[in-house]
């Protein structure tokens, strides 16, 4: 399902990423930890096209990147099975809960404005947040807004959700509840990749840790035996 093969990158002539390999079977979660700067959001970044990279290869739900550029029609091809979900909400102020999920099934997936919806509320149900679904984001508590977010990201049915350190800017109580949202998908058998600094939830929830460090691979292997 995910495969990254000698990845390396360079920014400004630093050396981000250096011969990074790893990889990640169907259903499994990957978690990415290590000291800020180490390279986990810039290896998260690449996975989706957002970054290009220097040198190596990444296969990501059958989808090929190369060093360089990657062509539109790739990229959309791409984000069609990998989901992302970010720090920052992201989400559209104007726009209701529902209508921040339902938008891409219907602008991308061609769906009717009810189906998207059904849709659309059938996710805030199963991140717990059915009842909120005709809320604007400015009335939604930040762990509310980031399970939004996931539920967003979700409606498109990726077969992979990346995720970069979705709780950082979350005081405990909704870091919480949004680390119960991830579990639940990890256990439901969404393959994920997550850069995250809690080892609470790597333990509670990855199947495969991988440590890095100044942008190499220290070390990497079951939950279990990294932390």
């Known amino acids: 399902m995910i495969t990254v093969s000698s990845l390396t990158k360079s920014r400004a002539h630093v050396r981000v990423l250096e011969e990074v390999s790893l990889a990640g079977a169907e259903g499994t979660v990957t978690a990415l930890v290590g000291p800020s700067g180490s390279g986990k959001?810039?290896?998260?970044?690449?996975l989706n096209g957002l970054e290009t990279f220097d040198a190596g290869s990444i296969t990501v739900a059958g989808h090929r990147l190369e060093p360089g550029p990657h062509s539109p029609g790739l990229l959309e091809r791409l984000r069609r099975?990998?989901?992302?979900?970010?720090?920052?909400?992201?989400?559209?102020?104007?726009?209701?809960?529902?209508?921040?999920?339902?938008?891409?099934p219907r602008v991308v997936l061609g769906m009717s404005v009810d189906e998207s919806r059904v849709r659309g509320l059938d996710l805030l149900d199963r991140v717990g947040l059915?009842?909120?679904?005709?809320?604007?984001?400015a009335t939604l508590s930040g762990g509310q807004q980031q399970r939004v977010a996931i539920a967003r990201a979700l409606a498109m049915r990726p077969r992979v959700m990346l995720f970069d350190e979705p709780t950082s800017a979350l005081d405990p109580a909704m870091t919480a509840e949004v680390m119960d949202v991830i579990v639940e998908l990890a256990q439901a058998g969404q393959t994920m990749v997550v850069v995250t600094h809690d080892h609470?939830?790597?333990?509670?929830?990855?199947?495969?840790?991988?440590?890095?460090?100044?942008?190499?691979?220290?070390?990497?292997?079951?939950?279990?035996d990294v932390l």
Request: hydrophobic share 50%.
């Open 41 to 46: 959001s810039t290896l998260l970044r690449c």
């Open 81 to 104: 099975d990998v989901g992302m979900v970010f720090q920052q909400f992201n989400l559209f102020a104007h726009l209701s809960a529902v209508d921040n999920v339902a938008l891409a």
């Open 130 to 137: 059915r009842s909120f679904a005709n809320a604007r984001p």
């Open 200 to 224: 609470g939830f790597a333990r509670r929830a990855a199947t495969r840790v991988v440590e890095l460090e100044a942008g190499r691979i220290a070390r990497q292997g079951a939950a279990a």
